[in-house]
């Protein structure tokens, strides 16, 4: 069982890292193009050349501009806030490279990165402050979310959510991060990601953390983990930890319910069988001719039931396999990501 867990997390760990790789992960803006050669293209070509280094050298998070009045480049980098320096180099290098790609003339273009997600926005115009909600990227993992209880499901991860907002929201001018889980049932654990551009205020913060969430519970409520992505910022949530947990980062989400009653003991034996000896004056025989037989019965209902465990786990691996299978074809399909 744990074996399984372990390797369906693993598994669903690749899947979501596919995902984010293969997916376009850059938008142009339609907002105006410049011209091979032009004075703004050299600029922008120009910060973004150094940004890898700069945003890595400086804690993940870098703002620059270059150039005069129509050719002045706005650039902003971010990378995830559990990124060694080396994770976010290597993160900006390559957004910034796609983006470039993607994006030859654009005059403002925006790049997620890849797993972990990093940001890399450049524009002719002031982004920093600024909150912008649109674009989004999204997406989800096919499989749902495997408790008895949505119900129960959905009040544990609001109020997770609900906290990590919070947690995010209220961090510094250089970081906007939070990390924070919680148990919806002894088994079952809700891990969850949020992380702004920190020149946000916090107000502005705690809204496009929450429209994130939002947008989520529209797009994909019921599926088993999923990521929101807008310019500003980052989301995403899963049932295994995919994030370098940092306890100074971390949200404690608020225990909601008594800690679910799932593991419950089994119903001890009843003492009553026991049989009284002498005084009653029962035979050794009738002793034994009551004895024997429930030692007989009890050997062989021990045997039907093992029997009956290994039968099931047997069948319980073959359909998960089988789950596995269809995850992995169905995810073929969901690569394209949502996108608005
Ligand atoms: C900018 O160039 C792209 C092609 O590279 C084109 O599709 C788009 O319409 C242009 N936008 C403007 C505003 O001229
Ligand atoms: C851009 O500049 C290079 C060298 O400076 C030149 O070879 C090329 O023809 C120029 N391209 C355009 C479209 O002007
Ligand atoms: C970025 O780093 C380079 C060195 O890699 C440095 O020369 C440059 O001044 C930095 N850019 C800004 C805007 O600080
Ligand atoms: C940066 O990315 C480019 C394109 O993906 C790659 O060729 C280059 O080796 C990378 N540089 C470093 C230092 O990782
Ligand atoms: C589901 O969970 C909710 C909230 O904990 C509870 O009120 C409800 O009775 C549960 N429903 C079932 C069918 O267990
Ligand atoms: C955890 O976060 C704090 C504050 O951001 C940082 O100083 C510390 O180095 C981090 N620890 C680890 C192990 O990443
Ligand atoms: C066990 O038997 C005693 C009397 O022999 C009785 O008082 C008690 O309620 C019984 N307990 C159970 C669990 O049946």
């Known amino acids: 069982m ?21 997916a376009q992960k850059e938008r142009c803006y339609d907002t105006g193009n410049f011209t091979t050669n032009s004075t703004y293209g050299r600029n922008r070509d120009q910060i973004l050349a150094s940004f890898p280094a700069n ?14 009045d129509s050719n002045k480049v706005y650039a902003l980098g971010l990378c995830r806030g559990d990124s060694s320096s080396d994770i976010c180099y290597s993160c900006i290098n390559s957004s910034m ?40 990227d999204a997406g989800y993992n096919t499989g749902d979310v495997p408790s008895a ?49 920190p020149d946000l205020s916090q107000e502005n913060c705690d809204s496009c953390l929450r429209q994130s969430a939002i947008y989520y519970q529209g797009c994909c409520h019921g599926k088993q983990g999923g990521y929101v992505q807008k310019p500003n910022c980052l989301f995403r949530w899963d049932l295994y930890p995919f994030y370098v947990s940092n306890a100074s980062t971390s949200a404690t989400a608020p225990s909601l319910s008594p800690p679910p009653a799932t593991a419950s003991p089994p119903p001890p034996f009843s003492t009553n069988t026991t049989i009284k000896r002498g005084d009653g004056g029962i035979a050794s025989q009738t002793l034994a001719a009551i004895f024997v037989p429930i030692v ?16 099931k786990r047997r069948k319980k691996t073959r359909q998960l396999q089988d789950v596995n299978g269809k995850l992995f074809l169905d995810f073929n399909l969901f690569v394209g990501s949502l996108a608005s």
Request: hydrophobic share 50%; charged share 15%.
């Open 55 to 68: 945003v890595s050298s400086n804690g993940g998070f870098f703002t620059a501009t270059l150039g005069q």
């Open 97 to 136: 490279h796609k983006l470039i790609a993607s994006c030859p003339n654009q005059k403002e273009a925006l790049s997620w990165g890849a797993d972990p997600p990093c940001i890399v926005r450049y524009a002719d115009r002031l982004i920093f402050e600024v909150l912008d909600l649109e674009p989004t």
């Open 2 to 22: 744990r074996l399984n867990g372990i390797n369906v997390s693993f598994l669903l760990s690749l899947l979501i890292s596919v995902c984010l790789a293969t």
């Open 296 to 311: 007989v019965i009890f050997i062989v209902a021990v045997a039907v039931i093992a029997v009956a465990l290994l039968l």
């Open 149 to 197: 209880n949505l119900t129960q499901f959905d009040l544990v991860w609001e109020s997770l959510m609900d906290s990590v907002v919070k947690k995010a929201s209220t961090g510094s001018s250089t970081l906007k991060y939070a990390t924070g889980e919680a148990d919806v049932t002894t088994f079952l654990k809700i891990y969850a990601l949020m992380q702004c551009t």
